[in-house]
């Protein structure tokens, strides 16, 4: 299994020339979906893909989480090649994807129950008691997870993903469609874990929230990678801010303003 491989590579995820291409159907020619794609995320790192609907956000976690092949180039988890090592890689990371697969017609607990037999894991009950306990799901663990919020849907596929103890995690749009501070509390209990985690979302908010380093992708392309700060910076760069005040009160708002540096 790739005795050659570097396995105390300083980077839990290497993206080395990645490139994946669609055929179209009744068109010779073929759609670009992820163009060359170099990226290195660190070991405990959480590396955030920021991009718009379509840019091929899923794909990428596709391909890294071995559930696709890419038309040339490769990837390296925990310093083994994707190609090569397969059962290496599902046996070491945890995969959500947006709508992720739960059984709403069995309590919480039995969902995790149900994963577990899959998964082969010994001592189960206590292991699902104890991420119930962290993910705050204790309470509605024996209850139906049709009767379940969003926010507590996602905490249970969370579950799930975590009941392997994988050492990466892939994350794919999991706050999608939550209310903010819903999505803001399951990003404080994540960052309990001290996981290496590679999130995607379209929503600025939720990388910058939970993530140390930002890639912006946009039509198969990663345009920027840098820090968050460096983020917020590039984004609000140009800015216009229109404010409308009555005139008795534009004396008071220009005073504000010159006092801002």
Same mark, same amino acid.
């Given at each position: 299994? *790739?005795?050659? =491989?570097?396995?105390?590579? =300083? ?13 179209? $159907?009744?068109?010779? $020619? ?13 070991? *405990? =790192? ?18 890294? %989480?071995?559930? @696709? ?8 988890? #925990?310093?083994? !090649?994707?190609?090569? +090592? ?5 046996? +070491?990371?945890?995969?959500? /994807?947006? *709508?992720?697969? @739960?059984?709403?017609?069995?309590? *919480?607990?039995?969902? /995790? ?11 189960? +009950?206590?292991?699902?008691? !104890? ?9 509605? #663990?024996?209850q139906y997870v049709e009767n379940y919020s969003a926010g507590m849907k996602v905490k249970l596929a969370l579950a799930r993903v975590l009941l392997i103890d994988p050492k990466i995690l892939f994350l794919d749009e999991p706050m999608l469609g939550l209310d903010?501070? @819903? ?12 996981? %290496?985690?590679?999130? %995607? ?8 929230? /939970? ?12 345009? $920027?990678?840098?820090?968050? =700060? ?5 984004? #609000?760069?140009g800015t216009k801010i229109q404010i409308q005040v009555s005139n008795n009160r534009k004396n008071d708002l220009v005073k504000t303003l010159s006092s801002l540096e």
């Open positions: 299994m *790739g005795n050659n =491989e570097n396995l105390n590579s =300083e980077y839990d995820i290497e993206i080395l020339n990645l490139t994946k291409n669609y055929k179209i $159907k009744g068109n010779k $020619k073929e759609f670009r979906a992820l163009d060359n794609i170099n990226l290195k995320v660190e070991k *405990g =790192e959480i590396f955030g893909l920021l991009g718009p609907n379509g840019a091929g956000k899923t794909t990428m976690v596709s391909i890294l %989480t071995t559930l @696709i092949q890419p038309t040339s180039g490769t990837a390296k988890i #925990l310093g083994r !090649d994707i190609l090569k +090592n397969k059962r290496f890689v599902k046996e +070491n990371i945890g995969l959500m /994807l947006g *709508g992720d697969m @739960i059984y709403y017609r069995l309590s *919480g607990y039995k969902n /995790l129950r149900f994963f577990s037999k899959i998964y082969n894991i010994k001592d189960y +009950n206590k292991k699902i008691y !104890d991420l119930s306990d962290k993910l705050n799901l204790t309470e509605w #663990l024996h903010p501070k @819903i999505a803001k509390s399951i990003v404080d209990i994540l960052m309990k874990f001290n996981k %290496t985690i590679f999130l %995607t979302s379209h929503q600025m908010n939720i990388v910058e929230s /939970l993530c140390n380093r930002i890639a912006f992708l946009r039509e198969g392309k990663i345009k $920027k990678v840098d820090t968050k =700060e460096n983020f917020k910076n590039f984004f #609000l760069k």
